[in-house]
């Protein structure tokens, strides 16, 4: 008889039986079961560019921090200037160690004075709710309200066409990076311009109860765009396209906000924040690696984990690498990746190695973001 502990059982959104329904790839993707995939990733990922796509990101968590000092727990917690955000406005920012590494980063969303509204990423949602709560010195409370909401994205330039459909919010009224409450399909819901894609849209949150039949009417409402269901491999794609930091691949514990090319969220004028001394000492000293993009130039693609080299000798390593249906269009396949350099190495156009196969192939060091609505 084992004495091995039987697995935990994946986690389903309210929204799992319609992908099975509907013939979609499912696969474990941090303890959740997801659809990876539809139609096709290349299929899915070219809608969301040219068109419009559904995602269920439902398993992503949300975390609300309420009370007189919600915006004093806030600031402390995060690397971002949160006392900037006018109501209805949201940002991304860096949920730090004291060492400067990431528990996480997050959109925070400013409700009202005295709430905040957090969303973080799927499997690190219990740890983000237990680093808040310990950080928690204040007259503010901290609650994890995942299982309040289903989250969908509708995303690509015809999104706020398709949506629109189902609202009477004038969404184009709503600026990227605000929010709004207000209905979608009768459904109380909050109506967020953001995405993970590159491309404009909207990420709705509403009840769980709701799923299946915004799902349902989110789909009709985009047939004359071509809307389709799309999956996690084409949010990948768009994603490192768009050069977006994926949590586990360009961010981690031991990464710092300065070295993933992420200075811009972490604001040293402002109060102190948990991390803060880390990263003014990482500043002074200067870094000593830092996130590139990359386009291969040899034969290969640069996978997620494959180890850089200079000159034959490890520098560093893939954090995400792939085929990109968007520069490959044209008809030549382009595989393109981020990946941790020396700082020294970081100049657009610096030739090295990425060990393929245990082959070295020629890369270079690439502009970024790869792709940039409306100058593709």
Known sequence: MSLEAAPEPLKRTALNAIHRAHGAKMVDF????????????????????????????????????????????????????????????????????????????????????????????????????????????????????????????????????????????????????????????????????????????????????????????????????????????????????????LYGHEIDATITPLEADLAWIVKFDKPEFVGRAALVSQKERGLTRKLVGFEMVGRGIGRDGYEAQIKGVKAGWVTSGSPSPTLSAAGTPRNIGLCYLPADFGTVGTQFEILVRNQAVEAVVAATPFYKRGKA
């Open 30 to 245: 941090g303890g959740w079961d997801m659809p990876v995939q539809y139609s096709g990733l290349v299929d899915e990922h070219h809608t969301v560019r040219r068109a419009v796509g559904l995602f269920d990101v439902s398993h992503m968590g949300e975390i609300d921090v309420k009370g007189p000092q919600a915006l004093d727990l806030v600031e402390h917690i995060s690397s971002n200037w949160a006392a900037k955000l006018q109501t209805g406005q949201i940002h991304y920012s860096g949920l730090l160690y004291e060492t400067g590494g990431f528990v996480d980063d997050i959109l925070v969303h400013k409700v009202a004075d005295d709430h905040f509204f957090i969303c973080v990423n799927a499997g690190n949602q219990e740890k983000d709710f237990a680093h808040i709560q310990e950080q928690n010195r204040f007259d503010a409370t901290v609650e994890l309200t995942s299982d309040r909401y289903t989250q969908v994205a509708i995303q690509g330039p015809r999104a706020l066409e398709t949506l629109q459909k189902l609202t009477k919010t004038a969404l184009a009224e709503i600026k990227y990076y605000w929010f709004t409450d207000g209905e979608v399909a009768g459904t109380p819901a909050r109506i967020a311009r953001t995405g993970y894609t590159g491309e404009d849209g909207f990420e709705i949150y509403f009840a769980p109860s709701e799923s299946s039949r915004i799902w349902r009417a989110l789909l009709v409402a985009g047939e004359e765009f071509g809307i389709k269901p799309a999956g996690l491999g084409a949010r990948n794609t768009l994603r490192l396209e768009a050069k977006m930091a």
